[in-house]
């Protein structure tokens, strides 16, 4: 490349638009995770057309963050785990996080069936989110759902409970746009006979195009959306 | 309309012998007789050509008469599978087959016969097929199927007479070519009327008395006069199409390229109808006289060729060709209107119309490699017992409203199949946890007591007390205490975000 260092933003400026050309059309640019933490993230929240893992050891609060990003984005979404696993997703906690139950289609699906399950739902334009349980993936595979996902125009979650502590130890290279882990935090009353609202650490691991970041976060439950704590994150963040 | 119809009678005189030799060809020539108890009797129903033995002979005369007879029983409900299934393999030349009991196929072949070149050649491409399946087949093509049955039982084989003809063809047939039961047949036989040209003689109204009405109307009918339309096997589909292949095929690419072509030819006419299909078979029509059928239905009405050509493609290892089939018959049997279908801006009915007929390809696509029964949406349902709050539902059905109150109070986001039994210790009897297996308890809200429903009859659980739990670590789990036993006993049963 001939451009001069000052030519820096039109370099980038080009790159940007050779890039641009060959990426198919978001439907409907990105899904919101909560109104603070969308500009830490690349293209202003999780980009549809594309999939994020999410890690964590606690399932309710992975199911509980999952829950909250398909009713955020909107319409029919599709959720596959495993047949005769001993728990499954709870519609009358789920609608908590605004998710509505005519819109959560449950697929029973392990193994390979699971992987094709997920390719052929991220694939359809019918479905806006997908949330596939699914064990941890080698590039190849996770590259094919990222295809089948921008073909579909669809979000894709890849949910990983039990994944948690294994990548923090050794990352593994993904496909996916974002890594995710979400862990409980102890509620803020302090008192032993009231919960308090939700609190969640979010952690960005890995994010194309973004920077790792930490924030923890509250529920609230009246206007149904995450409510970043500044003291805490801040200083986590450094 | 008698004079625009034509149809086609086989008769298969030694159904019941060929169909043991059949399944057995060592027994082919063997002096075979079948008997059939009636009463304190056995009687003869059938004997191989050949064997001097009258059906209706009780069996221990014919014995006596002629020693070093094979006598089996006979099977009536396997004679009539049989002849179901070769009924339903004529289907491949029309789609009006009947089975008429308890050995002849009556075929409409009004407009089909042109398939195989002509009355004549479809006559004879019939017997030869039939023939070296192993059958015995007499046939004949009238105007009206019994008229048809006549010929053919009457001696008159190949016969094909048109409707201006028939009466003059039937006249000189034996009276029993129309079969008109033992009683009346006998009682004509005593009046000296022995065919059925004397019949046509008689004064109408004396003859109906002495012989029946029945016996009139089966004369109408034989002679062309009258026409009642045979009972097709199953009523035509809404739509079908069909391939005949100029050499037997075998592989399951033949059979798919073959189903490509088909596919888009039933869509286009379903499309020119405004008509969706929900079920399709493809029966593959094999040359030993058999069919072998597939099927496949969809969650709504479609004629999206891609789409159903993919489903019922996962099927085509399950047909068994056999020496290979040599036409093929794509149906929609069961269809629904589909109007067409338009293009539109985003949010707009089209285009919510369009998601619809996508989600309903994917849920069928779904269901045909993971099977029916793992696609399903959990419904609210008004019911305060945790276990019964949803209801499995079939996710092309329309969703439930959900009831009052319903996703008001603080429920886990997860909830266990069956509650899991946890150690756990408490400081007060009715108090909450302190320690949950291995974890320290550090806030816990409640109890809400649940009971079960006790105005159902039945034997019900005992009253659950339900904390909302937070351990150490920070996860909130849904944990309850039943007392049925006296001390508490705990379980797990949801975990909260």
């Known amino acids: 490349m001939t451009h001069a260092p000052d030519d820096r933003a039109s370099l980038l400026a080009s790159l940007r638009g050779m890039l641009a050309r060959h990426q198919p ?117 996770a590259r094919r759902l990222q295809l089948a996902a921008e073909a579909g125009g669809t979000l894709g979650l890849l949910l990983c409970p039990r994944e948690a502590q294994r990548s923090e130890a050794r990352p593994a290279p993904t496909a996916a746009r974002t890594r995710w882990r979400v862990s409980p935090l102890p509620g803020r009353d302090g008192a032993p006979h009231r919960l308090g609202a939700t609190r969640w650490r979010l952690d960005l691991l890995l994010a194309r195009g973004g920077r790792p970041a930490r924030w923890d976060v509250t529920w609230d439950e009246g206007r149904k959306t995450l409510i970043v704590d500044h003291s805490s994150s801040q200083a986590a963040h450094g | 309309m008698a004079e625009t119809r034509r149809h086609l009678v086989l008769w298969l005189p030694h159904l019941a012998i060929e169909r043991l030799i059949r399944s057995d060809p060592a027994l082919a020539g063997k002096p075979l007789v079948l008997w059939a108890q009636s009463g304190p009797r056995r009687l003869v129903t059938a004997a191989a ?125 034996p009276l029993s070519a129309i079969r008109p039961g033992a009683e009346a047949l006998e009682a004509a036989a005593r009046l000296g009327l022995r065919t059925v040209g004397d019949l046509e003689r008689q004064p109408r109204g004396p003859l109906a008395r002495r012989l029946g009405r029945e016996v009139i109307r089966l004369l109408d009918e034989a002679l062309g006069r009258a026409q009642s339309p045979i009972t097709p096997i199953r009523p035509a589909p809404p739509a079908r199409r069909a391939i005949g292949c100029p050499e037997p095929i075998l592989t399951a690419e033949a059979i798919g390229a073959a189903l490509e072509t088909l596919m888009q030819a039933l869509c286009d006419d379903l499309a020119r109808r405004g008509l969706g299909a929900r079920r399709l078979t493809l029966a593959c029509h094999r040359t030993d006289a058999t069919v072998q059928k597939i099927g496949i239905g969809t969650g709504e009405a479609s004629r999206d060729a891609a789409h159903l050509a993919r489903l019922l493609a996962a099927r085509i290892e399950r047909i068994d060709p056999g020496f290979g089939i040599e036409r093929l018959v794509l149906a929609a049997e069961v269809t629904e209107p589909l109007g067409a279908r338009q293009g539109g801006f985003a949010g707009s009915a089209a285009a919510a119309a369009a998601r619809r007929e996508e989600l309903g390809q994917l849920l069928d696509r779904l269901r045909e490699r993971l099977g029916p029964r793992a696609l399903w949406r959990l419904d609210p349902f008004p019911s305060h017992w945790p276990e019964h709050a949803v209801r499995a539902a079939d996710p092309a059905s329309a969703p439930r409203e959900p009831p009052q109150g319903w996703g008001a109070k603080q429920r886990p986001v997860r909830l266990a199949r069956r509650p899991r039994p946890i150690a756990a210790l408490s400081l007060l009897p009715e108090g909450p946890p302190v320690r949950l297996g291995e974890r320290r308890v550090v806030a816990a809200e409640g109890p809400e007591r649940i009971l079960p429903a006790w105005w159902k009859p039945g034997v019900q659980p005992g009253a659950r007390d339900y904390w909302r739990i937070e351990t150490e670590d920070g996860r909130r789990l849904w944990v309850f205490a039943t007392r049925e036993r006296g001390s508490p006993a705990w379980f797990v049963h949801g975990w909260f975000a």
């Open chain 1, 25 to 141: 059309a978001p439907r409907a640019g990105a899904v919101g995770v909560a109104e603070e933490i969308d500009p830490a993230l690349p293209g202003g929240g999780l980009s549809r057309a594309a999939i994020h893992e999410v890690l964590g050891e606690d399932t309710g609060s992975c199911t509980a963050f999952c829950g909250h990003l398909l009713s955020r984005a909107g319409g029919q979404a599709a959720w596959i785990e495993p047949p005769r696993s001993d728990d499954l997703p709870w519609p009358p906690g789920l609608a908590l996080f605004g998710l509505d139950p005519a819109c959560l289609l449950l697929i029973d699906a392990a193994g390979e069936d699971a992987l094709w399950a997920a390719e052929q739902a991220l694939r359809s334009p019918a479905l806006a989110a997908v949330v596939a349980v699914l064990p941890r993936l080698d590039l190849a595979a």
């Open chain 2, 49 to 173: 050509e050949g064997v001097p033995v009258a059906p209706g002979t009780p069996l221990a005369d014919a014995l006596a008469a002629t020693p070093g007879l094979l006598c089996l029983p006979a099977d009536p409900a396997a004679d009539a599978a049989l002849l179901a299934s070769l009924a339903a393999w004529c289907l491949c030349v029309t789609p009006f087959a009947a089975a008429v009991p308890p050995d002849g196929i009556a075929l409409d072949i009004t407009g089909c016969a042109h398939l195989k070149g002509g009355e004549a050649a479809l006559l004879a491409w019939l017997t030869t097929r039939l023939e070296r399946a192993g059958f015995s087949v007499r046939g004949a093509i009238a105007a009206t199927a019994l008229g048809a049955a006549a010929l053919a039982r009457g001696g008159a084989h190949g016969a094909i007479v048109t409707a201006a003809e028939q009466a003059r063809a039937v006249l000189p047939l």
